[in-house]
């Protein structure tokens, strides 16, 4: 088992990131704009208005106390009020968070056993056609813009031969399936985008195990190639994997973010594009804030499960 | 049969000559892959340069009786909604993105290995308290904390370049930082530090250039990944702006009237955009990266 000592050092290190995270997202919505009811209001505002509407969302008061009552409310869910919507940020966090999930699970649904299989293929096979048509599709998939691969799947298979709908929001009141149909072709452009990814790093641990001692080890003792790929090589081979994959989350909530304007749905990718563009503060503080914790917290889990799974890692005390 | 060499050509000449030579056989040397991309790239750079002479058509002017014409004899491409001429367009549309995506490269890449390079060096708390910085900026997507200090400083070429810059620069730390940590123990640096150089002096004049491998292949990735992200502002309507003829703006206005079968703008202009980040992959694969770098 992993050290309390250890434990508590991450975990202090993690609260740390997380409070500098708040810092830095205080900093760039309310501090960079300058003036933000004059940001909020135009130029052509009239001095009074500007003043009033800084004083309500007391803009007006020392840098400290404003970070102060921010930060404090924000930790009792309290984001304050959307400028846009006039309304409290929280349950429009919330709302979109749970759409983005559902999109995020879909993802991993096709990511994870395409990723994960090409690579044990690709490492098997190292050197060969297989390998290198594997990790040669998946550099090319890789390169190419969300966007672009999202918009020529969407002609191909939402316009022109009509499988799946164009929008990734399924009508109220629909089903699971339903539900899940609709995202289907949203998810597409970023699974193509991160399987090469996953699968490399899959790949690299394959190499690495195969060519480990106890491999040799397990072959010596007499164990059947099957086996060997079995019991010995895969667990050892994926551990890292799993790292991979939770560092790779970052990458997949910023893809979010076009995925969700390009196919219309309402998560949290989109509500972050909306407040910018708005620029509704509030709600961007909030959103980044939400996304930057889940980012930072699965990094720490992915790190965790790493540590729990190989014995090496337990007594590495820096996160 | 005599020899070419018994007639010696005029000096300057025999040293154009031997400057093609030594080209041609730098050339040859390349990976197949390095001289595909670098043409491509040289393509979309002549077409930046001198793009706007050799266009059959104004790229700005608008046509309100020819628009969202599909591709034919006079228009190639086709035109878009406001009857512009698509290819006119794609071709003088990589300018903007050609001047932004290196430019904030360079300066992520630069203050990125200056900070790596300071990090690396000194042990204890500078190392303690920049690690723990660089660790804060990576906590954000990379696309959000664009897209939050874009809207905070308003978008423009200038505000792209500045915020692509800052988000690179902790990814290029982190890299530089643990080459700079292995180049440490070796022994020509502690000759040097015995030696009398300072501190200074033992990170620019020794150090650097043993890790100049490294600060290549971050600045041949991130010159792709750069155009990757510029390209995708844009077509947020976070990067360049109009009425610049830039790729990923013509996709975002294309994109629009695909539902009506006006596939033209959004294709063309995707291929360029695809056709771009293609070719610095390529260079980038030739130069032995895809290996170690994060995104």
């Known amino acids: 088992m992993l050290s309390g000592r250890t434990l508590s050092t991450r975990a202090a290190s993690l609260l740390l990131t997380l409070w500098l995270v708040s810092v830095l997202v205080f900093l760039a919505g309310q501090v960079l704009p300058g003036d933000v009811g004059r940001v909020m209001l135009g130029p052509f505002a009239d001095a009074q208005a500007v003043a009033a509407l800084n004083k309500q969302l007391g803009a007006d008061q020392p840098l400290l106390v404003q970070y102060w009552r921010w930060f404090s409310a924000a930790l009792t869910g309290d984001f304050g009020t959307s400028l846009s919507m006039r309304a409290p940020v929280a349950p429009f966090v919330l709302q979109s968070l749970g759409r983005s999930a559902a999109l995020a699970g879909i993802i991993l649904l096709f990511l994870v056993p395409a990723g994960v299989g090409a690579g044990i293929v690709a490492g098997l096979n190292q050197g060969r056609l297989a390998d290198r048509l594997i990790v040669l599709t998946g550099i090319s998939f890789g390169i190419v813009p969300d966007f672009v691969s999202g918009l020529l799947l969407l002609m191909v298979f939402g316009l022109w031969l009509n499988w799946f709908p164009i929008t990734g929001a399924a009508p109220d009141g629909a089903g699971f399936w339903t539900s899940g149909y609709y995202l289907i072709l949203p998810a597409l452009p970023l699974v193509l985008n991160l399987t090469g990814y996953l699968a490399r790093m899959t790949r690299a641990g394959v190499v690495e195990a195969l060519a480990a001692d106890y491999t040799r080890t397990a072959t010596l003792k007499g164990l059947d190639r099957s086996q060997v790929i079995l019991r010995h090589v895969l667990p050892n081979a994926l551990t890292p994997t799993i790292a991979v994959l939770a560092t790779q989350s970052g990458y997949m909530l910023g893809g979010l973010v076009v995925i969700e304007a390009l196919f219309g749905i309402q998560g949290l990718g989109n509500l972050v594009l909306n407040a910018a563009k708005s620029r509704d503060f509030p709600m961007l503080e909030a959103g980044v804030l939400v996304m930057a914790t889940i980012f930072v917290l699965s990094a720490a889990a992915g790190d965790l499960i790493q540590a729990l799974l190989d014995p090496r890692q337990r007594r590495r005390a820096s996160l | ?295």
């Not at chain 2, 000096?11 to 730098?26: F, K, M, Q, T, W």
């Not at chain 2, 959000?144 to 500045?162: H, K, Q, Y």
Request: charged share 15%; glycine share 10%.
């Open chain 2, 1 to 295: 049969m005599m020899d070419l060499l018994e007639f010696p050509a005029p000096a300057r000449a025999s040293s154009i000559l031997r400057l093609a030579g030594r080209l041609g056989r730098a050339i040859r040397g390349l990976p197949l892959s390095v001289i595909v991309g670098s043409l491509i790239l040289l393509f979309w750079i002549a077409c930046a340069l001198f793009g706007d002479r050799l266009v059959p058509f104004d790229p700005y002017g608008e046509d309100f009786l020819a628009t969202l014409a599909p591709p034919d004899a006079t228009h190639w491409f086709g035109t878009d909604q406001l009857g512009r001429d698509i290819f006119s367009r794609i071709i003088v549309g990589s300018r903007d993105i050609l001047l932004v995506a290196p430019l904030a490269t360079l300066g992520g890449v630069a203050s990125g290995t200056i900070i790596g390079l300071v990090l690396g060096y000194f042990d204890g708390l500078v190392d303690a308290v920049g690690a723990r910085l660089l660790d804060t900026l990576m906590a954000f997507p990379f696309i959000v904390l664009v897209t939050m200090t874009l809207v905070a400083l308003g978008p423009s070429n200038v505000t792209v370049i500045l915020v692509i810059a800052i988000a690179y620069a902790p990814l290029v730390a982190r890299t530089v930082r643990a080459a700079v940590r292995e180049q440490r123990e070796r022994e020509y640096v502690s000759a040097a530090r015995l030696g009398g150089e300072n501190a200074f002096a033992i990170m620019v004049l020794e150090i650097l250039p043993n890790i100049r491998e490294t600060i290549l292949i971050e600045l041949v990735t991130r010159l792709g990944y750069a155009f990757f992200s510029i390209a995708t502002l844009s077509f947020l309507g976070l990067g360049i702006q109009p009425p610049s003829a830039d790729w990923g703006l013509a996709v975002a206005d294309g994109y629009g009237f695909l539902t009506g079968g006006k596939w033209w703008g959004v294709v063309f202009n995707s291929a360029a955009i695809v056709s771009l980040v293609m070719a610095t992959n390529l260079i980038a694969q030739g130069v032995g990266a895809f290996e170690n770098v994060d995104r």
